[in-house]
């Protein structure tokens, strides 16, 4: 309760005296015998003081109301901030500058903007004397233009700090976004020892933590992130793709404890990391991710263990964790193995877009064609995946299975096209028949007779004519560009329920070759249809 001496100046203030006005906001600031200590009544009557030009109400406000209680009011109290940091008050410039400026993640202010290039200004000094907020404001104002802070800078009398060098400051202050901020950025760029310098003491400070917390507190994803990649950048080069592992050898300058990688993999796995995961599946079986033991690996291995932690990988959307399956199933010492689950592991790997779980596919699908003949389709599909993810081994075998045919029987028919279009407008289909002809490289035989609804499996064609040309042989030819997929799309919608067989309005293949002959003007006899035969004169 207020004694008679404060009665007396909360009766002055309320008649307007400032120096009344300031004493009673001293006592609410600070709390007195009589009365509590409350920020908000103090800052009420702090600013009715300033607004008497009172400079001590001022300096007070700047240095002692934060800026969660500013920020309601902040137009009518930013006055008073500047004035303060005018005075010579840092923290009241930093105040300001978060008031007029805002919190950096949208615009805020622009040069037009009523104070703020002192805004600006008042934000460096802060920075400069170690605030972090400040440090952290100045790292995040994205749209702040180099030559606005420059000026800044330069009308303090201070060189420039670009937006990255505050970003590294505030982390090195220990302010967990922006060391968050500068772990993502090495992390993108590939800075695996400037990642490693700065994650490793926050790793191993998690570590002691959930241990002291014996499980009981779920770690936030960005702190299981943090622990998976440290354990990928310090583990064992051997336990992952390449002989080097992902991100290459263990890193210079940075000396793990014994044992310390696997314990970050374990936290990680337990708190379901999937690449965490599939390191823990490959040192239980192991082995690499192509199923090689791993050299110097001591111990047998627990494939009961490894496929639980693979399996685990596999369902988070890891396909190497589904490669590494196979290898598992195939293995002679795996006490269950099965050639058959080895192959659904490995389709769902290759499925998922993993270069040699398709290579592998398509080597499978080849060499088991003798037992289905369709199964160069599936080799072809297979290795064309690889192939477009810069597999020189696929392209080589995607060459030797669809060939495209360059020799003069099979690119002369397609020339056709070129110097009779007006003739074969009459004739859409023989047209369309010549276009592929053109696009795909087939012979003449196999541009009248083929069909085209039948032959096209998405990323190749099967040109197989057998049933009504004895002397040709099954081929494929591979789809490769958007414009052949057009152009194949277009022509198979024009063929859509017509019959392509002798039985069809383009009748047998002597009849389909006639009509070519009279449109084009082709010799009758003595002619190669693309198989070194020659084809014998027809009577018309």
Known sequence: MANREELAIIRNARAGQAAAQLELGKLYLFGSAGLPQSLPTALHWLERAARQECRQAWQLIGNHIPLALAQPSAQALAPWYERAYDDGSVHAGLVFAQLVLGDGSAPGATPDTPGSAKALRALEDAARAGFPDAQWLLARRRDAAPGRLAGAAAGAGTAPVSAQAWLRRTADSGVAAAQSAVLEQAWDAGRWDD??????????????????????????????????????????????????????????????????????????????????????????????????????????????????????????????????????????????????????????????????????????????????????????????????????????????????????????????????????????????????????????????????????????????????????????????????????????????????????????YRQRLYRLRTLVGMPAKGEDDGDGTEEIGLAA
């Not at 050299?295 to 047998?300: E, L, N, R, S, T």
């Not at 639980?308 to 590494?324: I, K, T, V």
């Not at 477009?388 to 045919?405: D, F, N, S, T, Y």
């Not at 004895?470 to 329920?497: C, I, M, N, P, Y």
Request: aromatic share 6%; proline share 4%.
């Open 195 to 508: 990642y490693l310098a700065r994650a490793l003491p926050l790793a191993r400070t998690l570590v002691r933590t959930a241990a002291s917390q014996d499980g009981v507190q779920r770690l936030a994803p960005a702190d299981i992130a943090l622990l998976s990649r440290v354990a990928r950048l310090l583990d064992d080069s051997a336990f992952h793709e390449g002989g080097q592992g992902e991100h290459g050898p263990v890193r210079h300058g940075v000396t793990p404890a014994p044992g310390e990688p696997l314990c970050f993999w374990e936290l990680a796995a337990a708190e379901h990391d999937r690449h965490a995961q599939l390191a823990m599946g490959l040192r239980c079986a192991r082995m690499g991710v192509d199923g090689r033991r791993i050299a110097g690996g001591g111990g047998a291995a627990n494939f009961k263990k490894a496929i639980r932690w693979l399996s685990l990988a596999g369902e988070q959307g890891l396909a190497q964790a589904w490669y590494a399956l196979s290898r598992i199933y195939i293995k002679p010492e795996f006490s269950q193995r099965n050639v058959a689950d080895a192959q659904r592991y490995l389709e769902r790997a290759a499925e998922m877009g993993y270069r040699d779980a398709q290579l592998e596919c398509g080597h499978n699908a080849w060499r088991a064609r003798r037992e289905n003949e369709n199964n160069d389709v599936r080799a072809a599909y297979w290795l064309q995946k690889a192939a477009a993810q810069g597999c020189a081994e696929a392209l080589v075998l995607l060459r030797k299975i669809a060939p495209r045919l360059d020799t003069p029987p099979y690119v002369e028919t397609g020339k056709l096209l070129a110097g009779h279009e007006e003739a074969l407008q009459a004739h859409p289909l023989l047209h369309a028949r010549l276009e592929l002809a053109a696009l795909f490289s087939l012979s003449r035989a196999e541009a009248l007779l083929l069909d085209v609804s039948a032959a096209d499996q998405g990323h190749c064609l099967v040109i197989d004519i057998r049933a009504s040309y004895g002397r040709s042989k099954r081929r494929l030819v591979l789809v490769e560009t958007a414009q052949e997929r057009h152009a194949l799309d277009r022509v198979a919608r024009l063929f859509e329920g017509i019959d392509c067989g002798p039985s069809g309005p383009e009748g047998n």
